[in-house]
């Protein structure tokens, strides 16, 4: 896959945008409010300041989507956005009374007033936003997104796909790379600035992680990079990623210093066995909890389950974590075109860690890989 995909139309917005109306009304609410972030630019393309001044996306079912922006942000907006009904506001006048104009039209009493309605929020709508709408409007409900329209974003189309595809490529040519540089001697920030370096060099326009997590530290999951210096005989777990053409990449390899002992051997065979188990538990219909349960179960069954302490993976788009989540008690279904990663991993204190995730997409014959590097232990020098 090479090349930059064509960008996405007004046309291909505005289906997007008409989808979350419909499923907003189809899930019982009178509308879904959009912050700047991840949700906004998925729905509009656009991408603005996300500032103390509100600018809010409103999208009812059956209605024209309407944008609250600030005046002085508007043009910006027609263009990068010229779909949009624009509702501009300037400074020293009241926003939330621009926002509850649209809406108060929740009123399902059919009154004029102003009160009323459940709304979808976007996750990262600012707290003193959403608290000036409540204040304007204190019978209207406001539920996360994320909780009221899980899987909004989840289901990816060709041309998503494509780029999430591309996104896995470059993350891969990244690990190919970073394998044939010095490891003993140096600081895991090193390494992780060499990561980052590869990323953006195969085409990341952001990098959002580069997890260089050496001995003891790979115990870690949480552990980014910090001034230890990589020795031989340490495992180091790298998780690298970030955005290329607006969509992510996720991915895990554990390499070693040196030649491993005899458990560092056993426990990424582990891993490895299980990240295998829960891509294959990919398919169709099957619930994406099934997913965590395959992969875990390889862990458990090698009496290790009590060190994979986080969940099997996670959804990513336009943003490297989002639902679906693979975890106990994530009972949807998979459905062809969710991307997801696939990333157990085994966590022993003090002494080292292993994790491998590919981001993994539902086809109709069952998962496929968008990540294809060598998951075999790499040893580095
Ligand atoms: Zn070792
Ligand atoms: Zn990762
Ligand atoms: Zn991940």
């Known amino acids: 896959m090479t090349g930059t995909p064509e960008p996405f139309t007004a046309d291909d917005y505005t289906a997007r945008m008409r989808r979350a109306a419909r499923a907003a009304g189809d899930a019982g609410l009178d509308g879904v409010l959009i912050a700047p972030g991840p949700d906004l630019v998925w729905l509009t393309g656009y991408r603005p300041p996300e500032t103390e001044r509100l600018t809010l996306l409103v999208l009812r079912p059956g209605e024209d989507p309407a944008l609250v922006v600030p005046a002085l942000e508007a043009p910006d907006a027609a263009k990068a956005a010229p779909m949009l009904a624009l509702r501009d506001w300037t400074d020293g006048t009241d926003p939330y009374e621009t926002a509850a104009d649209l809406l108060g039209r929740a009123d399902r009493t059919g009154r004029t007033g102003r009160s009323g309605g459940r709304f979808g929020v976007s996750d990262n709508a600012w707290a003193m936003h959403l608290l000036g709408l409540q204040n304007r409007l204190p019978d209207t409900a406001y539920v996360s ?122 426990v990424h065979d582990i891993v490895r066995a299980a990240q295998e188990e829960g891509v294959r538990a990919v398919r169709p219909g099957a619930a994406c909890q099934d997913v965590d349960r395959a992969a875990r179960a390889v862990i458990t069954e090698a009496g290790y389950g009590e060190y994979f302490i986080h969940r099997t993976g996670h959804g990513i788009g336009v943003t490297t974590h989002e639902p679906p989540y693979m975890v106990e008690g994530e009972e949807r279904p998979l459905v062809p075109g969710m991307c997801f990663s696939v990333e157990p991993g085994v966590y022993l204190p003090g002494r080292f860690g292993v994790r491998i995730e590919d981001i993994v997409t539902v086809t109709e014959d069952g998962g496929r890989r968008l990540n294809t590097s060598e998951r075999e232990m790499a040893i580095v020098e």
Request: glycine share 10%; hydrophobic share 40%; no cysteine.
């Open 145 to 266: 997104l994320t909780e009221a329209l899980p899987m909004l974003r989840a289901v990816k189309d060709a041309a998503e796909l494509q780029r999430l595809a591309a996104a896995g490529a470059a993350a891969d040519a990244a690990y190919e790379e970073i394998r044939e540089v010095r490891f003993a001697g140096r600081r895991e920030t090193e390494v992780a600035a060499d990561l980052a370096g590869l990323l953006r060099q195969f085409g990341h326009s952001q990098v959002d992680f580069t997890i260089v997590a050496s001995g003891p530290n790979g115990a870690n999951p949480h552990h980014e990079a910090g001034d230890r210096v990589i020795e031989r005989g340490d495992m180091v777990v790298l998780d690298f990623g970030g955005l290329k053409h607006g969509y992510g990449s996720d991915t895990s390899r554990t390499v070693h210093v040196g030649e491993p002992d005899a458990e560092e051997r056993r």
